[in-house]
């Protein structure tokens, strides 16, 4: 967006004409340094109109600020920018699209688009609907690594018997958040998902370790001739060619719904479909069928090698999952465009809002918690702040990814925010 010139530590502000002062927020420069750095989330980097005043159709919404200031600011032919450039313009149009949502009194997209109780719902459906086929693929792979003796179909089958108790325990996470206690747990349980998550990296890593483990004792054996090659026929391939369509369409479909357990076990269908594939890959080229084709014994090496590539590519991709559902149990913070759109609520919520000292939004499990401090004028009654205050808690807490929002009220806004709380 436009340069303005607003200072780092600054705040919003409104005169009693309604006319905009400044945004707390980051600098331009700092906006600047995040699009060279190749972040693509956007900031409301200004508030005050080119011109001298607001004016508006409605009189009795003059003291809002019109959102076309930035609708103005949409770019339309940024195609042909660079990567980052239109990553950047693209963040900017969406963070535009949320402010005349807004304003227009629409159901605020950030960016969960159903409500939580249904995605609970589909939720505990996708978990029962993958024990159920983990559960068939386990069985039918206990068929194939018995036939073919192939340590990289092995892996495969250790995958399965991890996708069975990943279910298990995204089935029981999905079932207590829903069955809410409200004397035992008054905030709900929804950090019961982030936590099931990492259990369950933490029992992906341990069990790959331990299939690396014996990948190099294959191998050591296979150097001594004293390890037997695999035999991968077709009952073989016709199984593990099952198991790569059926979890590839798992994947397709669970990637759509958005709630940190389904999105969990999309990635547990994706790293299927790539084990299973490099397992039906590197057993064929190291089993004997192969050997009595090309007579070379330095590929039957490529089957223990494919149960490590499979092993370490589990871990990789479950390393990555459990440290993001750290972050959210750890309360970080939200993201900028989030913070933004909050802010745009909170300023236009009442006329008789005159600053809006602190908004501040952090991780709660997998939503948020919001915090916000307003300014309202030292002599309101004290029924008329309340319900200024409560409104505006209603309406944070309208906003899907919200679980969470306190407000706070006071008549001045030279005091530093943090002297009103315990530094942890």
Known sequence: MAESNIEQNGDISKNNAGETISLKGGTHEE????????????????????????????????????????????????????????????????????????????????????????????????????????????????????????????????????????????????????????????????????????????????????LIREAIEKIIGLSDMSSSLPDIDAPTFAIAGSTVVIKLILFLVCRKINSPIVQALAQDHRNDVMSNFVAIVFGYLGSRNFNEIVHKYEFAYLDPIGAILISLYIMYNWSKTGWKQMKLL????????????????????????????????????????????????????????HDIGESLQHRLESVPEVERAFVHLDYEFTHKPHSEHKIV
């Open 31 to 210: 906006d600047t340094n995040s699009l060279e750095a190749g972040y693509t989330n956007s900031r409301m980097m200004e508030l005050t109109p080119l011109c001298d005043s607001v004016e508006t159709s409605d009189a009795n919404n003059s003291w809002k600020m019109p959102v076309d200031i930035f609708s103005a600011k949409k770019q339309q032919n940024y195609k042909n920018c660079r990567k980052r450039v239109r990553s950047y313009y693209k963040a900017q149009n969406k963070l535009i699209t949320a402010y005349e949502d807004i304003s227009l009194e629409v159901e605020v997209d950030i960016p969960t688009e159903v409500h939580p109780h249904v995605n609970l719902k589909k939720a505990a459906f996708f978990s029962k609907i993958t024990l159920l086929i983990n559960f068939l693929l386990l069985v039918a792979k206990a068929v194939a690594s018995a036939l073919s003796g192939s340590i990289s179909i092995i892996s495969s089958l250790m995958d399965s018997c991890l996708d069975l108790v990943s279910g298990s325990i995204m089935w029981w996470a999905t079932r207590a958040v829903k069955n809410r206690d409200p004397y035992n747990y008054p905030q709900g349980r929804t950090k019961l998902e982030p936590v099931a998550i990492i259990i369950l990296s933490v029992f992906m890593w341990l069990c790959s370790v331990q």
């Open 330 to 385: 750890t309360g970080h913070t939200a993201r900028p465009s989030f913070l933004s759109q909050l802010t745009w609520i909170c300023f236009n919520h009442h006329p008789l809002i005159q600053h809006i000292d602190t908004v501040r939004a952090f991780h709660f499990g997998s939503n948020f918690l919001v915090e916000v401090d307003i300014i309202l004028p030292g002599d309101l009654p004290l029924r008329e702040a």
